[in-house]
DNA sequence: GCGAAATGGTAGGATATAAAACGATCTCGA
DNA sequence: TCGAGATCGTTTTATATCCTACCATTTCGC
């Protein structure tokens, strides 16, 4: 897939490239050898190919992608669609619990609820016990919003679920799991 | 792991709760009973419990974190980290191709490489045959770094290999690879 | 050759995220 | 009951990232 062994020197340009084509051998003296950028396909990784955060990270990026392919047209992408769903499974819960459950910075969820609130999806409640905190509930849109995007997230984990295989799945998803607890 | 169900309606406060500590009985009427925001260790993930998008999420997360906990001294994170290696093993390479190699868009690079340019660890250079494009290059201070780097690199690779176990770690990658090619 | 289309890189706007510092509030121990 | 410290959410600051548009340059079709 890569090449073989140390970086390649480069310095002899092979004939054939497709850098040739158009270009007349200029008649002027030796001239010096200059390296044509490196075409997309042939790029050596060095240790990258063989490492697991490198992939995991490339991984989570395609992963993203169809996500948000699949729900576009309602402007929700994973975060936030967790965060509803996590406000929906537990009425009531904190911006605290929910940055925890949700793995983000409690600091990240302030512009998102501003977002949802503003949008109708979630509304806020101060409670007479803990006037520090707030509770967060979906509205009746939000749980509307929330369904939906749960049948395209289902969606996705078919086509997830397809490409890792129904025999490996359930090892998968305990590896992912083992490294979520493992290495925080 | 999660409560069974649907979602927990959390009527009633649960005699022996945390919160009741210090809490004299109001002798007041009938108080209102108020929900408390639920404790982090008792929530609801709903479908994102079994969701594999949601954990691969969650694991690129621990592992990034981990990666910058043994890297912080040098100030370069994983997708820096990522641009020397594939600067450093192809000496001359695009800006486009070191982009589609690293799973980011291009415009990413311009303030990324600005940065490591201004810290004098990659040089660039214009080229005569395509004034488009750059070749990038690492400098002598960019070679030290990323050998050192790679060492850190490494003992984070080696805790990710022992979490995810000797006897996985092939068909964890190759899963790893088969959502890179497939989703995308 | 020439013009249209593609390509390499940058700029601007938008969102997501984290860390640190902060004010308000609550808890705990003595 | 009081004060130190913890906790909740926000603000501020700094990155990282994508997308769209853009400029300069190159390639392609004819």
Chains 1, 2 share one sequence.
Do not use: C
């Amino acid at each position: 897939m890569h090449r073989a062994g140390s970086a390649n020197p480069r310095n002899v340009r092979t004939a054939g490239s497709p850098r040739m084509r158009a270009k007349p051998a200029p008649r002027a003296a030796r001239r010096k050898v200059r390296l044509p950028p490196l075409p997309a396909s042939d790029i050596d990784l060095g240790p990258l190919a063989g490492w697991l955060g490198f992939h995991l990270r490339l991984a989570q990026s395609s992963s993203f992608q169809s996500f948000a392919r699949l729900t576009q047209e309602f402007d929700v992408r994973p975060g936030r669609f967790a965060l509803l769903m996590l406000i929906g499974r537990n009425p009531g819960i904190s911006q605290t619990a929910l940055s925890k459950a949700n793995g983000r910075d409690k600091s990240t969820l302030t512009p998102a609820l501003a977002d949802l609130t503003r949008r109708r999806l979630v509304t806020r409640r101060r409670i007479s016990e803990d006037r520090r905190s707030y509770q967060l509930f979906l509205t009746p849109a939000g749980k509307a919003m929330l369904d939906e995007l749960t049948e395209r997230a289902k969606r996705h984990e078919e086509i997830l679920e397809r490409i890792v295989g129904k025999a490996d799945r359930a090892r998968f998803m305990e590896i992912l799991k083992r490294i979520i607890a493992g290495v925080a």
